[in-house]
T-cell receptor, first 113, second 113 residues
Framework: DAKTTQPTSMDCAEGRAANLPCNHS???????VYWYRQIHSQGPQYIIH???NNETNEMASLIITEDRKSSTLILPHATLRDTAVYYC??????????????FGKGTLLTVNP | NAGVTQTPKFRILKIGQSMTLQCTQD?????MYWYRQDPGMGLKLIYY???????DKGEVPNGYNVSRSTTEDFPLRLELAAPSQTSVYFC????????????FGQGTRLTVV
């Protein structure tokens, strides 16, 4: 699995956009970028994923660079409830061991009032 | 549709005791995973399964065993509990075909004393 690199922690003011970066320079052509978050030791929660096009859903937007070596998760209007550890994961789609989800240490996002 | 259900939520074991952490999903997912998360750390993969009758080791399999006799259930067995196995355990599942999200249980908090 391609490895990812994320900042250890970030702060964001409530109501502002939170932009969380992730580097995945060894990503291969059939690997997707997934984002999950974990709020206070609950089970991780899926946010969004993408292959090469930018994606948006009700929770967030995902921007993937053209060379696919990095991506940014955007929470457009962060709230206090968005304080969590955010994990960027690269995962294959061709089956077998490619379906393993390998978590790094993630980014602790703290949203301040 | 309950998703991924883990039992028990909490357990205290004495050193050398054994126990089984239960995990069941009702989404007809092919892939299931067991993770452990130590305080302040990310999730580490213990075992995973790509379907009934098929299991494989993850990053930290020592001291654990799994079985997958049905699609729905993926129990994790601790045979001789040790203090190093004090952790929060998460079970997850995913359909396993294409680019699909993973669903996580709410965790089992295990303390070995």
């Amino acid at each position: 699995d391609a490895k990812t690199t994320q900042p250890t922690s970030m702060d964001c003011a409530e109501g502002r956009a939170a932009n969380l970066p992730c580097n995945h320079s060894t990503i291969s052509g059939n690997e997707y970028v997934y984002w999950y978050r974990q709020i206070h030791s609950q089970g991780p929660q899926y946010i969004i994923h993408g292959l090469k096009n930018n994606e948006t859903n009700e929770m967030a937007s995902l921007i993937i660079t053209e060379d696919r070596k990095s991506s940014t998760l955007i929470l457009p209007h962060a709230t206090l409830r968005d304080t969590a550890v955010y994990y960027c994961i690269v995962r294959g789609a061709s089956g077998g061991s490619n379906y393993k989800l390998t978590f790094g240490k993630g980014t602790l996002l703290t949203v301040n009032p | 549709n309950a998703g991924v259900t883990q039992t028990p939520k909490f357990r205290i074991l004495k050193i050398g005791q054994s126990m089984t952490l239960q995990c069941t999903q009702d989404m007809n997912h092919n892939y299931m995973y067991w993770y452990r998360q130590d305080p302040g750390m990310g999730l580490k993969l213990i075992y995973y399964s790509v379907g009934a009758g098929i299991t494989d080791k993850g990053e930290v399999p020592n001291g654990y065993n799994v079985s997958r006799s049905t699609t729905e259930d993926f129990p994790l067995r601790l045979e001789l509990a040790a203090p190093s196995q004090t952790s929060v355990y998460f079970c997850a599942s995913t359909l396993g075909q294409g680019n699909t999200e993973a669903f996580f249980g709410q965790g089992t908090r295990l303390t070995v004393v």
